[in-house]
């Protein structure tokens, strides 16, 4: 199942995917996927929290990949269990860091 179209809107995600669309913040840019990729290693691959950095975007990116992950996991399975719940604060917690 994916992700609803409204859903991936709301991430300014819609549309075709495309590695890059000159800033103007139409559809998937591979900033994008880096920054979801950073997000997965963060909740559960204890990646390292330096990765923040490398992204493109930076940790503004990597909390737009985070709340995205939320919320089409809780459009995915209806709510989310209590492990998933301090993965995502302990992911949130590292991208705090960095902006400070």
């Known amino acids: 199942m994916r992700p609803s179209d409204d859903v991936l809107a709301a991430f300014g995600l819609a ?3 495309r590695p890059t669309d000159g800033g103007r913040g139409e559809g998937f840019r591979a900033g994008d996927a880096e ?3 950073v ?3 963060l909740l559960y691959h204890g990646a390292d929290p330096a990765l923040v ?3 493109d975007g930076g940790a503004r990116m990597v909390a737009r990949a985070l709340v995205f992950r939320l919320a089409t996991s809780v459009l995915l399975t209806g709510a989310v ?3 998933e719940v301090e993965r995502f604060a302990r992911a949130t917690g590292v991208v ?4 400070r």
Do not use: L
């Not at 705090?96 to 902006?99: D, Q």
């Open 81 to 83: 269990p209590r492990e």
């Open 53 to 55: 950095e490398q992204v």
């Open 39 to 41: 997000a997965d290693g």
């Open 35 to 37: 920054a979801v990729i």
């Open 15 to 17: 549309g075709p995917a």
């Open 96 to 99: 705090e860091a960095a902006v």
